[in-house]
Structure formats: C-alpha cells, structure tokens
C-alpha cells in the first residue's frame, strides 16, 4: 500500500519535464529497432566507431549549446571551422612543418579571430546574432575560397602529424581473428571540452553571466554583468572550439576541401542542440543534453540507410526536429503564462 | 530616530524639451515608510533613477548618511545603501531562488568562481530576514508575482540596503499578497530600513505610509505626515483638481429585453455555470479577485478563449463565439487589460491604430483605403474621446498612459459594438484620465450600448457600474443589486471569504 502511495504520489511530470530524459528514452528505441534489423549496432566496436565520427559534431554543438543559452544563435561556425582547418593545412604544407601542435595553434587562432569579429559586431553594434552570423557564414566562406584559396588537399600532401592523430587511439582491443580495434583519442578530447566548459559554466561567475543575459539582459546589465566582455567571451569559445574540431574533423578524413564538406552541416549541429532540449530563446538547457542530442543525430544519420530509408531522410528530419523542438519550446512558455491565470486544481 | 538618510536638495532635470524634475526637494528619514504619489509624467521615475545613479541631475545635490554628493554614481549609491525594485523585478526566470538572490553580491564583490554552499547561504539567510521560507532550488519562473517580489526584496537586503525604494510593486499582486508585502516593509522598517514606496494607489498608501511626497509636473508639491491627508485631498493635490465621483444610475423603467444574454457558459478549470445578462443602456461590473475567472470569461466573450459549453445570446438570438471574427461581428467589443501588448500596435502611428479594426469599412470602390474616409474618421474619434496629441501620425507609444487607454477604446468604438467589455479599464492609467474614461463610458451607456467592466479596483465598478457581478474560483457568488447599498469593504469580504470558497 506504501508502495502503491509512493508510485502515485511521484511526480512523473517533473522527469518527463527533463529533456534528457525523452532524448535519452528516444535513443534507447532508436538504438534497440535498429539493433533488432543489425545486431552488430551495439557492439563495442561499432559504439566506438559512432563516438568517434561523432566527437566533432558535438565539439561544435557545445559551442552553438552556449550561444543559445546566452539567448543568441550562431550559424557561422561551420564556416570558421573550415577556414581554420584550410589555413592550418596549408600553411603547414607550405612551410613543411609536420607539427600538431603548430596546427592546432593555427586553427584554434584563427577561430578565435573569425569568433572575435562575431563578437564584436554583436556586442558593440548590438545587431540581432542570427543575421550577423548568417552574414559572416557567407562573408568568411566566401572569404577563404578567393583569399586563401579553394583547391583540395589530398591524402598524399598532408602531414603524417594529422594521420597518427587520427588513429591515435586511448587504448587497443583485439577482435576474434586477431585485427585490432580501440577507442580513439577523439573521445578523451571531447571529454575535455565537456567538462571544462561544464566548468565554467557551473562554476565561474563568467558561465553564470551566460545564463544570466540569456534569462533576463536588461536585468543581467542591471546587477553589473559585463555584458560586452561575456559575448565575447562566448563568440570566441565558439571559434576555438571550431578550431579544435577542424584539426580533428581533417584527422579524420584525411582530405582537406575549403568547399563543402563542413558548411552545410550548421542545421545537424543546431538541430542537435534543440533536440538536446536548449530553448531557443536562450537561458536553458544542459551539456548532457546537447550530447544526447548529437548521439541521436548522428545515429540517424549512420543508420537510415541501414533502415532501408534512403539518405535525404536526414535532412528531411533535422528540418523536423528544429520546428517540433521550437513549437515544444513555445507550447511550454504558453502553458506556463496560462497557468499564472488559471486554477491549479480541478474546478 | 529623526535623523535624515537621504536629502535631495533642489534638483533639477530636463530631457530635450521637457522639464521633468523642477528645484524638488525631499527627504527621507532612517527607517521611515516614505509615499512617492503623482500621476504619470510628474517625473517620479526620473526621481528615483536620480538617486539611483542612473540618471545625472542638472541642478542640485543628493546627501546620503550625511555624504554629500553633486553628481551620485550609481556604485555610490549601492554602496550608501540605496536598491531599487523596479517594476518589472529585474529578476533572472531560468536561475533558480537562490542564485538570483545572491548574485548581484556576488557581483559586487567581484567573485570570479561561484561557490554553491555560500549562493545557497546568502539567500536562505536574506529569506530568513524577512520571515519568508521558499524553495530555494525552484526556478524563478515557476514562482507566483509575489514570491517574486520577495526575491528581490531579499536580494536588496544582500546588498546592505539601507533604503529599499520599490517603484510600483502593489500592481500585479492580489490583496493578500499586498498585505503580505505590507508586513514585510513593516518588519524591514522595525530594522531600520527605510522604504520609498512609489505608488499611484492612494488606499494603500494611506494604508503603509507615515509621510507622503507628492510630485506634480516635476515639482514637489510637498511632503506630509499622512494624518493631514484624506483622500480628496491628496487627489486635489496630486492633479490640481477636484474629481468629483457620482455614481452612475440606470433608469429601470428603460428596461427591454437584454442585449446580451449568458447561459451556463462554463470553460473547464477556468469558470463554471455562469449566467447574466446585460441590458441596453446598463453597466455591469464585474469583479473578483486575481484567478477567480473574471478576466477569463471576457476573454470567452469575446472569443479569444472560446467557452467549453454553455450559450451566448445576442439581442435574443443565439450566437456561437469561437474567435474573435466571429464576436466582432457579433457586436463585441473587448478593451484588453493589457493593453500595450494587446490593444496597441505600439510603434504604429495613431491613425493606424484606430483604423485596423474597420479597414472594409474605408474601401474606395476601387477596393483600396480610402483617405478621405480614414481621416473624418481618425479626426472623428480623436475629437470625441479627446485624445492629446499634435499629430496623428506619431506612434501610438509617443502618448501618455491615459491617452493610449483612450486609443485602444477608440479603436474599438470605431466597431460600433452594441456590447462593450472593459477590462481593467484604468489599470495604470492616472486619475484624471481614470475621471474622463469613466466619463466615455457612461456617455456610451446613455446612447444605449451595453457595458461590462471587469476590475479588482472596487470602488471603480461601485461607482461606474449599476450592477455588479463577484466572482470567485470561478463562479459568480454574489450580486450587487443596488451599489448605494454595500461599502467597499463589504464587496471585499464577500469576494475574500473563506465561506465564499467553501460554497463553491
């Protein structure tokens, strides 16, 4: 009877409310359909696999999680994660360097500079993020391709220090016939980026002005946040993280192209993000559900076909994600101002 | 006790044009509940933002715990002690109780790492100051108007105040949340914290003040001890004018069949069985307390949150009102209660604004707006319900809280509705103006329109209405045949009451 008093009284509503928590389910149902049609989807290596080709995306989802939580969006860091992966390259093919560090250096500059002017114009000019980014997403692409150049590098002209990154592996795993298989590197590095930017988000008065512009602006200029220094702060975070997952993004692939093969990708990571359950005007959301949000991304994306769904399902769906994440948003803002009106209990 | 924290001595501020504060003086004594009265634009804001640090006087000087100061930073006056609660909380709606109390002193002194154990510390401590206990892990968000009031409240006291000055914060609370903040003042003040109260309620500031300052087109018109005030009184003195009050009579022998007529119209969590009518020429007033289901059942009315069940009778004949089309042309009319974010297109000009609900009516037989016809009509409104302005053509926001009220009521005239639903008519709207839209309304009664108010102000619908509705938990529990013979108090107690729930 105590039981049965407890299993009523709990408030399922407040787990439910917990956007993680539906994510999470989502992906557990994803992940057992899809295991039903192939088996090996669970195994530990095809799971290491998807934390691998996954670890860029969410890199750059963390950074679009925080711009959203400041009430702002970001729609050209795919163009600065390109434009630093291209400059790094090739000013090491030019120089002949054969230096990770030196390309990580470049590229995470660069995003810091191509961040800095997103910066700049939202902070200082105040002009709406979304289309100031849209803006710089065109002017920075466009930019790299006539200024820096746009003929690909392949496999053969790129430094052996990309190559041993991308295989650099945490620890090694021998399958039944003997081939090897392990965890790449790419995961304790996305561990990083989670738990520092957790870090400041929790525990910095800096990660705390994040959320404080992103609730209340005016309230957040008000108690004496710097509001100019914090969008900077966010825009420039954005831009080395972009930097970092160029370098990883080029390790990977092994094939560097200034033309399409990171921009385009904006929607996916921004859709991630909302799925993760970031509202959208700003002030909410978590890092453990930007992650679930990129798992599910990525695993439909890895396994449509497998479904028997042809590729332009993705697109169709991270369309549908964004509109349905947007409307749950906005259902919920309007059930909370109703309920101020209307009686808790049942008349 | 008689010591002096805070002396504004002749200051003096003009915006391009304007002279909002006029050689005003003013003091305020340690631990002292202190009324700031005036109408809207008799520079009361800009008063308070001048001993802020905010604004910068012209002329003048502000002595603070016997600092003087010719021009107050605003880190000067946080530091003299001085918070200000403004109207709209300034309150973070994703952080949680705790760290929104907290804060801004974390700010202050330039903490770079945040640490949990002291935010939480902090802000039970601020709560436990004022007798209040609430959850500090909730979100601000989820929190009723009034938790919220006392959030910030708490956090002013983080900061050492020594002056608390809350700039309206009496208007979105019901009347036990009012009185619940009252004893929170009352306590703050047994501390010896003062309270600026900035109000244009004059029942509560008889109620909680003991001296009253009274700002008229940027002068001070002076400061009393309450005792010397009535309430006439402080009208005369705020507005310069006497408002007489007489109360509206409806001749019953004009009685005809009802113009409108509800039957059991019920939404489910919101009202339940409600039935009136109202008659040709009849002001209904229909009051409750904040969730008792009045503003919701104009909303129904008129369409916006159509009616679960129940009927909706026009002139006799049935009506189905499922959105606001179809009230319109019902003959419905609905004056919102919030009016900047419903009855205005704020930046429009006026013109626009009073025109957008009639714009077939101006069609040219070209099928396009015809200027001619939209400006007799324009001239035509502005003139009858005498709204100041130069130009027609400048943006609805350019007016004066009352002016706009009489816009939204323009716009909505311009309908020619047979029924007129007025919600919250006069909500921040100031005492003259409140006198000549009471005026508009009972001229519009007199032409045989017919009216509903819905207000919490008692006296308002005691005074414009012939009949009057309560409501509670919604359902309409009582109703006031003849207001000549209940009291202000009377309506409160019945709409309060204890019984009143049980009943229901």
């Known amino acids: ?347 | 006790m008689n010591e002096n924290l805070l002396e504004i001595r002749n200051v003096s501020k003009a915006y391009v044009g304007v002279q909002a504060l006029d050689k005003v003086d003013m003091t305020i004594r340690k631990g002292e509940i202190h009324c700031l009265v005036g109408e809207n634009g008799s520079g009361k804001s800009t008063l308070i933002k001048v001993v802020a640090g905010v604004v910068r006087q012209d002329e003048g000087e502000i002595i603070i715990n016997e600092k003087l100061y010719r021009y107050l930073h605003a880190i000067d006056s946080i530091r003299e002690g001085v918070q200000i609660i403004y109207q709209d909380l300034s309150l973070f709606p994703n952080l949680t109780l705790a760290e929104n109390i907290s804060l801004n002193q974390e700010i202050e002194r330039s903490r770079k790492v945040i640490n949990w154990k002291d935010i939480k510390e902090i802000a039970r401590h601020a709560l436990d100051e004022i007798g209040e206990d609430l959850d500090l892990d909730e979100r601000v968000e989820n929190i009723s108007v009034a938790s919220k009031q006392l959030v910030a409240i708490s956090r002013a006291l983080t900061q050492d105040a020594k002056l608390i000055i809350m700039d309206e914060p009496t208007s979105s609370l019901t009347r036990d949340e009012i009185s619940r903040l009252f004893n929170v003042i009352t306590d703050l003040q047994k501390r010896g914290i003062s309270t600026l109260f900035v109000s244009h309620k004059l029942s509560e500031v008889f109620e909680i003040a003991e001296r009253v300052s009274i700002l008229r087109d940027g002068k001070m018109v002076g400061t009393f001890n309450t005792e010397e005030l009535d309430n006439d009184r402080l009208v005369y003195l705020m507005t310069g004018k006497k408002v007489e009050s007489t109360i509206y009579k409806f001749d019953e022998k004009k009685k005809k069949a009802p113009l409108i007529e509800v039957r059991n119209l019920s939404k489910s969590r919101n009202f339940k069985n409600i039935s009136f009518s109202v008659q040709e020429g009849e002001i209904v007033g229909i009051t409750g307390l904040l969730g008792s289901g009045r503003s919701e059942l104009a909303l129904a009315l008129f369409g916006m949150f159509p009616a679960d069940s129940g009927e909706i009778l026009l002139e006799g004949k049935r009506v189905s009102i499922e959105n606001t089309q179809d009230a319109i042309n019902a003959g419905i009319g609905y004056l919102p209660e919030d009016r900047l974010n419903q009855g205005l297109f704020i930046e429009h000009s006026i013109t626009r604004n009073i025109i957008v609900t009639i714009l077939e009516k101006l069609l040219n037989k070209f099928g396009f707006i015809s200027a001619k016809k939209r400006e007799e009509l324009v001239h035509e409104w502005v003139n009858r319900l005498k709204v100041k302005t130069p130009n027609v053509e400048s943006p609805a926001q350019s007016l004066s809280g009352g002016n706009q009220q009489r816009l939204v009521l323009a716009k909505w005239l311009a309908t020619n509705p047979r029924v007129f639903i007025l919600d919250g008519p006069t909500i921040g709207v100031d005492i003259a103006s409140k006198a000549t839209i009471h005026q508009i309304v009972r001229g519009l009664a007199e032409n045989g329109m017919g009216i509903i108010i819905i207000s919490d102000e008692i006296p308002e619908v005691l005074q414009n209405c012939n009949r009057v509705l309560v409501m509670a938990k919604g359902k309409i529990i009582h109703e006031v045949k003849d207001v000549t013979s209940v009291t202000e108090d009377e309506v409160f107690s019945i709409m309060s009451r204890k019984e009143a729930y049980e009943a229901v």
């Open chain 1, 1 to 347: 009877m105590k039981l049965f008093d407890a299993v009523k009284t709990y408030d399922y509503r407040s787990l439910l409310k917990h956007n993680e928590t539906f994510v999470f389910f989502v992906l557990l149902g994803f992940s057992i359909v899809v295991t039903i049609i192939n088996p090996s989807f669970l195994s530990i290596e095809n799971l290491f696999d998807l934390a691998k080709s996954s670890a860029g995306m969410a890199i750059l989802a963390i950074g679009v999680f925080i711009v959203l939580l400041s009430g702002g969006i970001d729609v050209s860091f795919t163009a600065v994660a390109i434009s630093a992966q291209y400059i790094a390259v090739k000013t090491l093919i030019i120089l002949g360097i054969d230096n990770l560090a030196l390309a990580f250096l470049i590229s995470c500059s660069v995003g810091i500079a191509l961040g800095s002017i997103n910066a700049f114009l939202i902070s200082i000019f105040r002009l709406p993020t979304l289309i100031t980014t849209l803006g710089t997403l065109s002017v920075f692409h466009g930019g790299l391709l006539e200024f820096v150049g746009s003929t690909p590098f392949y496999s053969g002209q790129i430094p052996d220090c990309f190559k041993s990154f991308g295989l650099a592996q945490v620890f090694t795993l021998v399958r039944e016939d003997g081939t090897k298989f392990g965890l790449s590197l790419y995961v304790l590095i996305i561990l990083g980026i989670v738990v520092v930017t957790w870090i400041i988000l929790r525990y910095t008065m800096l990660g705390r002005g994040i959320y404080a512009i992103g609730g209340n602006r005016e309230a957040a200029e008000r108690a004496g946040f710097n509001i100019t220094r914090i969008q900077f702060f966010i825009y420039c975070y954005v831009g080395f993280l972009a930097g970092i997952m160029a370098i990883m993004h080029l390790a990977m692939i092994r094939y560097a192209t200034p033309t399409l093969s990171i921009v385009g990708t904006e929607l996916s990571v921004i859709a991630a993000v909302v799925l993760g359950g970031a509202r959208i005007t700003g002030g909410s959301g978590s890092i453990l559900g930007t992650l679930l949000g990129v798992a599910l991304i990525v695993a439909l994306q890895k396994n449509l076909v497998l479904m028997g769904l042809s590729s332009y399902w993705h697109q169709f769906l991270v369309g549908l994600i964004i509109i349905v994440g947007v409307s749950i948003t906005y259902y919920q803002s309007l059930r909370r101002s109703q309920q101020r009106v209307v009686f808790t209990e049942e008349l």
